[in-house]
Every structure is written in C-alpha cells, then in structure tokens.
T-cell receptor, first 114, second 112 residues
C-alpha cells in the first residue's frame, strides 16, 4: 500500500468552527488531491496540488482552502464548518502527469458537522 | 463538464457467476480510465488503469475494456467470489495535474 495517512480519522465538530484535515505521504509524490465522498454524489475533487505551494481548485472548492508547505503534507481547512460539509474526505497522491499513473488513496477522514 | 455514469447501481449474484459492470462518460477526450474497488469504511484500491490509446487491460479474473469513441467502459469479473463483494468505482482522467471524475459506483454483493 502507498504510504498515505490521514488525520484525524474521525472528527465531530460544531457549525462555525474551523477544522483542518491533514494528509501525509511518505512516497515523495508530486501530486496530491483532496476529494469528498457523499451518498448520491460519488467522489468529487475539492482541491489539488502539483507541487510545494502550487495548488488549484477542483469542482467543489467553495468553503475550503488548502496549503502545501512541504512535499509530504497537504492540509485541507474548513474556515467555518457548515453541516453541508459533513462528509468523508479522501486524500490521494500520484507520482507523474502520465496516462499510466494511477492515484493512490488514503483511508479517509469522516467529518461530522453538527 | 465530464459526467460519469455507472450501471447498475447495485447488483447481487450467486457465487461463481461471470458479471459485467458498466461505465459511460460524456466527454471522450480522456487521458485514462480507472476502475477502483472500495470496501465499506475503507479507502479506494486501484484495480485496473486503461490508457486512452488502449482497448483493454486484464488482471487475474478482471478484464476492463474501453471504447473511447462511444464513451463506454466495462469491467468483467469472471467466476465471482464472495470476497469480490464491494463497491466498484469508475473514474476518468483528463490529463495534467487534474484529478479524476468519478461515477457513483456499483454496489456488488456476491452470495455464497
């Protein structure tokens, strides 16, 4: 398995509080991604990174920000959590911009916003 | 905007049957197509990746085909086993650093 960890694995928080999720990789892969998975929607891309300090928005980026100050860490921040952000969040990594490269996924973080 | 559809949404079959899962996508300008497996409460595991120039890929009892011009892919599972029970996700990539666009998945149950 690719060396990807996510923390925390579970979190319950209240509406309006800030939340930061962490993705850590030991593979030294260049590309990192945050997705959310919701019933009826499948996985949707929130933000992605193509290098240290290089990030861009995905399909559902509103209400989220990211940072990548080191190759191994990609942080997802909810500045003021809302109930609509209750979801399972997955981090993924890939090595190259190649049609042969798959994405490897972390175990996920289950976030509940009350 | 790329849309990926998977049919059926759920499937239950007896052990030993061969089965086909379907995936369709609206924009044929894809970089690659991947099939993933997801077990309950777990992350995703890559099963097969087909480059846009390829027609099929095989791994053990799994065979995935791609018809880019018609926007379709199938995942064929031979001699199904209870351990194959999981949700199967189809995803297309459009190249560069962009992420994947996923279908909603097919929830597969193999009855012992």
């Amino acid at each position: 398995d690719a060396g990807i960890t996510q923390s925390p694995r579970h979190k319950v928080t209240e509406t309006g509080t800030p939340v930061t999720l962490r993705c850590h990789q030991t593979e030294n892969h260049r590309y990192m991604y945050w997705y959310r998975q919701d019933p009826g929607h499948g996985l949707r891309l929130i933000h992605y990174s193509y290098g240290v300090k290089d990030t861009d928005k995905g399909e559902v980026s509103d209400g989220y920000s990211v940072s990548r100050s080191k190759t191994e860490d990609f942080l997802l921040t909810l500045e003021s959590a809302t109930s609509s952000q209750t979801s399972v969040y997955f981090c993924a990594i890939s090595e190259r911009e190649s049609s042969t490269d798959t994405q490897y996924f972390g175990p996920g973080t289950r976030l509940t916003v009350l | 905007k790329q849309e990926v559809t998977q049919i059926p949404a759920a499937l239950s079959v007896p052990e030993g049957e061969n089965l086909v899962l379907n995936c369709s996508f609206t924009d044929s300008a894809i970089y690659n197509l991947q099939w993933f497996r997801q077990d309950p409460g777990k992350g995703l595991t890559s099963l097969l990746l087909i480059q846009s120039s390829q027609r099929e890929q095989t791994s053990g009892r799994l065979n995935a085909s791609l018809d880019k011009s018609s926007g379709r892919s199938t995942l064929y599972i031979a001699a199904s086993q209870p351990g194959d029970s999981a949700t199967y996700l189809c995803a297309v990539g459009r190249g560069g650093a962009d992420g994947l666009t996923f279908g909603k998945g097919t929830h597969l149950i193999i009855q012992p």
